[in-house]
């Protein structure tokens, strides 16, 4: 079966600093990935999708970025963190046919201070 | 633009009786549908599904129904239980992208003992 996991959990970080948060895919080949970032009592954001190595859509003009270095593997970045980064970012795959289910891992609570 | 929203922000119901959550969509276009629940700090997880080409589906005490002509999408919820609390989304696909799915707000579910 297919499994999703993203790492770290929490973290609180200060202003202007650097930001990777990581998720890995396991059980499915070749999937979608997206990073969502939600803020508290709201929806979801896409942020990033991807749907191969190195092939990433921006959805948001914003201070992050993401990179699919392998298959399986997605990962979100800064350079330097703003107040406004906070919030639970949520990753997640689906398969690459339409009307597939888009899976989410636990997701990461960021506090920018 | 076109999106995916809810009727209810909160909806609170007794434990034991059932739930409707509701769900308006305006991309005609949109042919698959997906219900899911997200607990406290965690990930939005799947619940049950429905392509545009059925009217209503069921699961383990669950059921969704999609009424095309007036663009609606609930979800029924039986027999409601302590564990059902959460805060449930509606998402809709529509052209099959890779950009994946457009999200609701969600309605918030609080089972009173």
């Known amino acids: 079966s297919q499994t999703i996991h993203q790492w770290p959990a929490t973290l609180v970080q200060p202003v202007g600093s650097p930001l990777s948060l990581e998720c890995t895919v396991e059980?499915?080949?070749?999937?979608?990935l997206y990073w969502y970032r939600q803020a508290a009592g709201r929806g979801l954001q896409l942020l990033f999708y991807?749907?191969?190595?190195?092939?990433i859509s921006s959805e948001v003009p914003q201070n992050l970025s993401a990179s699919r270095p392998q298959d399986r593997q997605f990962i979100l970045s800064s350079k330097k963190l703003l107040l406004s980064d906070s919030g639970f970012y949520l990753c997640?795959?689906?398969?690459?046919?339409?009307?597939?289910?888009?899976?989410f891992g636990e997701g990461s609570w960021l506090t920018v201070v | 633009g076109e999106s995916v929203g809810l009727h209810l922000p909160t909806l609170s119901v007794q434990e034991g009786d059932n739930s409707i959550i509701n769900c308006a969509y305006s991309?005609?276009?949109?042919?698959?549908f997906i219900w899911y629940k997200q607990e406290s700090g965690k990930g939005p997880q799947f619940i049950i599904d429905?392509?545009?080409?059925?009217d209503k589906r069921q699961g383990q005490r669950v059921t969704v129904l999609l009424n095309k002509t007036v663009k609606h999408l609930s979800l029924q919820i039986a027999a409601t239980q302590p564990g059902d609390s959460a805060v449930y989304f509606c998402?809709?696909?529509?052209?099959?992208?890779?950009?994946?799915?457009?999200f609701g707000k969600g309605t918030h579910l609080i089972i009173q003992p």
């Open positions: 991807s749907v191969g190595i190195g092939q």
């Open positions: 997640a795959w689906a398969g690459t046919r339409s009307g597939n289910t888009i899976y």
């Open positions: 429905i392509r545009s080409n059925m």
């Open positions: 059980g499915t080949s070749n999937p979608n």
């Open positions: 998402a809709e696909e529509s052209g099959g992208g890779a950009d994946g799915l457009t």
């Open positions: 991309n005609s276009a949109s042919d698959y």
